[in-house]
């Protein structure tokens, strides 16, 4: 996540380890937080997978290969009208089960006052012009989406 004033940037590099014997092809629906403060991303990129928007995400197919793992990149950029951004990770539980592994690296310019995170950072490096918060989580079933506020 990378925090800006007025705009959140995700990237996100997506694993999957598929135990099935045959090739699978599988839906993936790809939600972002939409509400009065945080519109519909204005650029959108799924490496590798045409996809199609929806109400509140994008759609797209992708093709598993048998006992392998496949991944793919997603990237979108979503304007913010308040000093709170967010992404949801809280569809780990339509899955009904964790995520083997989840690393977070949140970016917000050194210029944000107060700025706090849902979850526990493991470390935080400075420089001039960012701050940037890292975590890592294993068997990660979260109960609430990764929110960042600043003043």
């Given at each position: 996540?990378?925090?800006?004033?007025?705009?959140?940037?995700?990237?996100?590099?997506?694993?999957?380890?598929?135990?099935?014997?045959?090739?699978?092809?599988?839906s993936?629906?790809?939600?972002?937080?939409?509400?009065?403060?945080?519109?519909?991303?204005?650029?959108?990129?799924?490496?590798?997978?045409?996809?199609?928007?929806?109400?509140?995400?994008?759609a797209?197919?992708?093709?598993?290969?048998?006992?392998?793992?496949?991944?793919?990149?997603?990237?979108?950029?979503?304007?913010?009208?308040?000093?709170?951004?967010?992404?949801?990770?809280?569809?780990?539980?339509?899955?009904k089960?964790?995520?083997?592994?989840a690393?977070?690296?949140?970016?917000?310019?050194?210029?944000?006052k107060?700025?706090?995170?849902?979850?526990?950072?493991?470390?935080?490096?400075?420089?001039?012009?960012?701050?940037?918060?890292?975590?890592?989580?294993?068997?990660?079933?979260?109960?609430?989406?990764?929110?960042?506020?600043?003043?």
């Amino acid at each position: 996540m990378d925090v800006r004033p007025g705009t959140l940037e995700v990237r996100g590099m997506y694993h999957f380890q598929s135990s099935a014997k045959e090739p699978l092809v599988a839906s993936v629906f790809y939600p972002f937080p939409l509400d009065s403060t945080h519109p519909y991303p204005d650029s959108i990129e799924i490496t590798e997978h045409g996809f199609q928007r929806q109400d509140s995400g994008v759609a797209f197919r992708i093709r598993f290969r048998p006992e392998a793992e496949d991944s793919f990149f997603a990237y979108y950029r979503q304007p913010l009208r308040t000093n709170s951004a967010t992404y949801i990770v809280t569809t780990t539980r339509k899955w009904k089960r964790p995520i083997d592994l989840a690393r977070f690296l949140i970016t917000v310019p050194a210029s944000f006052k107060d700025v706090r995170l849902t979850f526990k950072t493991d470390s935080v490096a400075k420089s001039d012009s960012t701050v940037s918060y890292f975590f890592t989580r294993k068997r990660f079933y979260p109960d609430r989406d990764v929110t960042v506020t600043w003043r």
